[in-house]
């Protein structure tokens, strides 16, 4: 027998943890509400570089950083934290889909090299916001390669 295989019969099909649906459910209503309310203070004419919507992915990144850092290595969350900011809050905030949408928007109105380079300078300063608000948080808080902190031990 493989011990890497789990012979016992799966759990029923079901709702499984309400709490998790939940939590990302409300999570991601607030943080997609916050995200039409930017759009709403700063509007993006139809061929402009969309600020709007690059600076919310770029922050959203940026706190995606520090949340993750502060929730698995500074200290342990309770459990619906990490569903309810990063995957609601934070997954409801940003948006790649309205990013795709932007680009589409910006080639048929003729700005396919400003469609080209917000498609780089999204993907390459999403990477930069959370590694580089990760490597801050973890500097701030003593925590991880080079601070002489043990790592923190994960919790059951």
Known sequence: MDP?????????????DWRVLAAVSLGGALGAAARYG??????TPDAAFPWTTFA???LGCAVM???MVLATEVRTA???VRPFVGTGILGGFTTFSTYAVD???????????VGTA???ATVVGALVCVWG???VTRKVAGVGPGTGAPPRKASA
Do not use: M, Q, T
Not at 38 to 43: D, N, Q, V
């Open 133 to 135: 608000a990760a490597a």
């Open 65 to 67: 950083g520090v949340f």
């Open 78 to 80: 309770h459990r619906l």
């Open 103 to 113: 680009i589409r928007r910006l080639s048929e109105h003729g700005r396919v090299g």
């Open 118 to 120: 917000y498609l780089a």
């Open 4 to 16: 890497d295989v789990d012979f016992r019969p799966a759990a029923p099909p079901g709702l499984g």
């Open 56 to 58: 919310v992915n770029a």
């Open 38 to 43: 930017a759009a709403l203070l700063w509007p």
